[in-house]
């Protein structure tokens, strides 16, 4: 069995040797691969590439994105031949400029040059009809509609157990996130450390497969992909980010998001997540969701790794309370056990500060034990 690294490179091989693309995405059971579809369409489109989605709802899929902002506005379609001549230069014969005039009924081909053109230095044979397709989510070829008469090469890609394999490459590991293996394509893909990435469609792809996909173990990595997204956003993107998070109903699923939008990692040892109470008003959400962040996020870190988590509890006085995860580092535990009010159960401590603002309490907490 091929290692998931390897199918990868497989992918990035084909899609640089193939210049027609056709992109089929299914949200039978990911709400993520219209993200990625588009996000693979905008890196294709820089590769000079003649690429194009199938699906006729992207625009819908992909709200609240305007996906004219990441695509090209003026399409120019590659040269589609159906048929090449090819003259050979042999026997003294050498080719200096050619032209055509087309008339209704004939094309005729003017050629100029020194030397003999024989009948045998010329053929005629119909082009390589071969498209490359690439799937996102499908878990059969079946799931592809409107499939054009072509002859196509298939690259598949997808977490689902019921995929059928279909493709000549299949990168269809159920334990990992689709949005991780587009990410790494499309990072391999750039021809320079400048290029552009599609940094929005990434992102929220990301949230949606994370949160849809819990039974996946969430890693350090994803975090640290998801966090060099959000880097890389522009003022515009973060708006249109912030505004997708404030009108999503479901409290769990929006305050899930802005959790892993705002994790703290440092060099991906260390989780920390600090909430204000301005940041409960502005998500509608409360206290109550705290358990959840421990639960969710506490099973990625190994036995060297932490978990804390700050906020600002919304009572008179108001305080910032914080809770530390940690299996084998008794020192900091102790150190803020000494500097704080705190009680210890198992591998948590549960602590309070004298300070009233999320910042500087996560400021002095890092200097502490960071």
Not at 60 to 75: A, H, Q, R, T
Not at 183 to 197: A, G, M, R, S, Y
Not at 198 to 215: G, I, W
Not at 243 to 261: A, D, P, Q, T
């Amino acid at each position: 069995m091929t290692t998931p690294i390897a199918e990868i490179k497989r992918i990035k091989k084909y899609i640089e040797e193939y210049n027609d693309i056709l992109i089929f995405y299914s949200l039978k059971n990911n709400p993520s691969p219209c993200f990625l579809a588009m996000s693979l369409l905008f890196s294709l489109e820089n590769l000079n590439k003649n690429a194009s989605i199938l699906n006729n709802s992207l625009k819908s899929d992909c709200s609240p994105l305007n996906i004219e902002n990441f695509l090209k506005g003026e399409e120019t379609p590659s040269l589609r031949a159906d048929f090449v001549l090819s003259i050979k230069e042999q026997d003294g014969l050498k080719l200096s400029a050619v032209s055509y005039e087309k008339t209704d009924t004939t094309l005729n081909i003017f050629l100029s040059g020194a030397g003999n053109l024989k009948k045998e230095n010329i053929s005629l044979k119909p082009t390589e009809k071969e498209t490359l397709l690439i799937t996102v989510g499908a878990t059969s070829l079946n799931d592809v509609s409107s499939l054009p008469n072509k002859t196509f090469l298939v690259l598949n890609i997808d977490n689902s157990k019921e995929n059928r394999n279909f493709g000549q490459v299949n990168l269809t590991n159920p334990c990992s996130l689709v949005s991780k293996n587009i990410f790494e394509i499309i990072n391999l893909l750039k021809k320079n450390e400048t290029d552009k990435l599609p940094a929005l469609p990434l992102l929220l792809a990301f949230l949606k497969e994370t949160f849809s996909f819990r039974n996946i173990p969430l890693k350090t990595k994803t975090l640290e992909q998801i966090n060099s997204l959000k880097a890389i956003l522009s003022l515009e993107e973060k708006e249109t980010l912030e505004k997708w998070l404030c009108g999503i109903e479901n409290k769990e699923e929006r305050f899930f998001y802005f959790s892993l939008l705002e994790a703290f990692s440092k060099n991906c040892d260390n989780l920390l997540f600090a909430f204000s109470k301005n940041d409960f008003g502005k998500f509608e959400v409360g206290l109550e969701q705290i358990p959840f962040i421990l639960k969710r996020f506490s099973p990625i870190l190994q036995d060297e790794k932490e978990l804390l988590v700050l906020w600002e509890q919304n009572s008179s006085p108001l305080a910032v309370r914080g809770i530390l995860y940690s299996k084998n580092n008794l020192e900091k535990k102790k150190v803020l056990a000494v500097k704080f009010q705190a009680q210890a159960k198992e591998n948590w401590l549960l602590f309070k500060t004298p300070f009233t603002n999320i910042e500087a309490a996560k400021a002095e907490i890092k200097k502490l034990i960071y």
